[in-house]
């Protein structure tokens, strides 16, 4: 597609119940990101992915995330056992091949945990 | 370990003044991109300016201008003649790699409030 796109835009869940964010990176983009952003805050890396490789999964913060990527395409964040500390706004950015050229970013799914 | 500071949380401009935002970094690399991102209200994420190390002259996207001091690992952004339009948050961002799995990823300052005041 012409951008990335996110879906939902808003996700109001309750305490306890799984998510799935879903992602769909622009087309030739071999990489694709997930990102947190904390109400006010800078933005914190999650998950990697780069082509068939294995994602790069050192920003997940507990194993309650977990992300997967079919096809080299879409992408699903999927939080389980939802925690108040979870509300955020997660953002997709995708790239070429590498980083180093910089990202084009989704407009975000905002999440809420109540 | 690589890191992006910026200093100022919050800044306010008048309308059709000029606005400098600050950004430093730190890394052991010596070629690398750097990056100015812009988030309004919408939350959208854009891209404003890139900026090459190796590259003396400093980049420059119309009202928008970058002040690249290498060796003072300084990258800060300039608007000029500022619009309502410019009122966002602002993202200094800078490619990390990450030394176990060789990938990229970018590490963003915790960013610049900044108010266009009409």
């Known amino acids: 597609g012409a951008g990335v796109s996110q879906s939902p835009s808003n996700k109001v869940t309750e305490k306890g119940k799984d998510v799935e964010l879903r992602c769909d990176p622009i087309s030739g983009h071999t990489a694709l990101y997930w990102y947190r952003q904390s109400l006010g805050q800078g933005l914190e890396f999650l998950i990697y992915?780069?082509?068939?490789?294995?994602?790069?999964k050192s920003g997940l913060p507990s194993d309650r995330f977990s992300a997967e990527r079919t096809g080299g395409s879409v992408s699903t964040l999927t939080i389980q056992r939802t925690q108040q500390e979870d509300s955020a706004v997660y953002l997709c950015a995708s790239s070429l091949a590498s980083a180093a050229y910089g990202y084009t970013f989704g407009s975000g799914t905002r999440l809420t945990v109540v | 370990a690589q890191t992006v500071t910026q200093s100022q949380p919050e800044m306010s401009v008048q309308e059709a003044e000029t606005v400098t935002l600050s950004c430093t970094y730190d890394t052991s690399e010596n070629n690398y991109y750097l990056f100015w991102y812009k988030q309004p209200p919408s939350r959208q994420m854009i891209l404003v300016i890139r900026q090459e190390a190796y590259k003396q002259q400093n980049a420059t996207e119309n009202r928008f201008s970058v002040n690249f001091q290498k060796a003072a690992k300084s990258f800060s952004l300039k608007i000029s003649d500022s619009q309502l339009g410019d009122t966002a948050m602002y993202f200094c961002a800078f490619p990390r790699r990450d030394s176990g799995a060789g990938s990229y990823q970018l590490t963003f300052g915790k960013g610049t409030k900044l108010s266009v005041i009409p």
């Open positions: 992915f780069q082509g068939n490789s294995a994602p790069d």
